[in-house]
């Protein structure tokens, strides 16, 4: 069977961060966070990148975006060099990648009502008249399954649920192709969590998209992914279909990784 065409190709992607000491800050090493990391992620699926903390995996999502630069490396979106985009060249390439957010309080703005915060990415853009706006904003908030009445409320006035739920809409308010979710129900209760998934397994489909699903919980990973790849002291160890790593892990980190779930 033909893969489908690949969206995101990344080769040798590293990521060093300076180490510096003293009143000087004098430079005396580096750290690896990223380490020749490779990966392609094909158009509808969703790659879950997992590992324990610190092991690099949020770093190489935000590169993936470009919302950070790698050290050295080549990264590709549906085969144009990102990393030669310029700065209006990239903002429109932007439209088509976004990111949820770990923590949705945190990245959400206090001082914006939920209609605005949903609304801010069309009208950066320039997209619609006004009134257009204001009527795809609220069908932005439907489609994640929150209530209109909400849209006049901050952050604050929500739940961590719904709080993730105005994130979500937010990112998929550009009609984007590619998602990071950055660890997306990490910050929510248990009993919350079933419903986020299966949110972004409904627009997945409903919206064509292609997810990164950066996770650190196996149990999560099992639900979603449709291969999954391991991370370790920022080096890709392992990646292979979500049934066979579940069922015939090959590294011993992943091995760890599934024997320390509950």
Avoid: W
């Amino acid at each position: 069977m033909t893969p489908p065409p690949v969206l995101v190709s990344a080769r040798e992607i590293v990521k060093l961060f300076p180490i510096q000491h003293g009143l000087l800050r004098r430079h005396s090493g580096d750290v690896r966070a990223v380490d020749g990391v490779s990966l392609e992620i094909y158009k509808g699926e969703t790659l879950a990148l997992v590992g324990e903390s610190g092991s690099g995996k949020s770093t190489l999502g935000r590169i993936l975006l470009r919302l950070m630069e790698p050290t050295s490396g080549s990264l590709e979106f549906d085969g144009v060099d990102l990393l030669t985009l310029e700065r209006e060249p990239l903002r429109k390439m932007r439209r088509r990648m976004q990111i949820i957010f770990q923590d949705p309080y945190s990245s959400l703005n206090p001082t914006m009502t939920v209609r605005t915060i949903v609304r801010e990415p069309l009208t950066i853009h320039r997209l619609g008249t006004k009134a257009e706006r204001t009527e795809r904003t609220m069908e932005l908030l439907a489609l994640v399954g929150l209530k209109s009445e909400l849209a006049g409320r901050y952050p604050h006035e929500l739940s961590g649920g719904e709080r993730q739920r105005v994130g979500i809409a937010r990112a998929i308010a550009l009609e984007p192709d590619f998602l990071v979710a950055d660890e997306p129900v990490t910050a929510l209760d248990v009993s919350i969590q079933a419903q986020i998934l299966n949110l972004l397994l409904g627009l997945q489909e409903k919206l064509q998209l292609t997810y990164l699903f950066i996770a650190h919980d196996l149990r999560v990973v099992e639900h979603v992914a449709d291969r999954v790849a391991v991370m370790h002291q920022g080096k890709l160890v392992e990646l292979q279909s979500r049934v066979k790593l579940f069922q015939h892990p090959e590294h011993a980190h992943t091995k760890e990784l599934l024997a320390s779930i509950p």
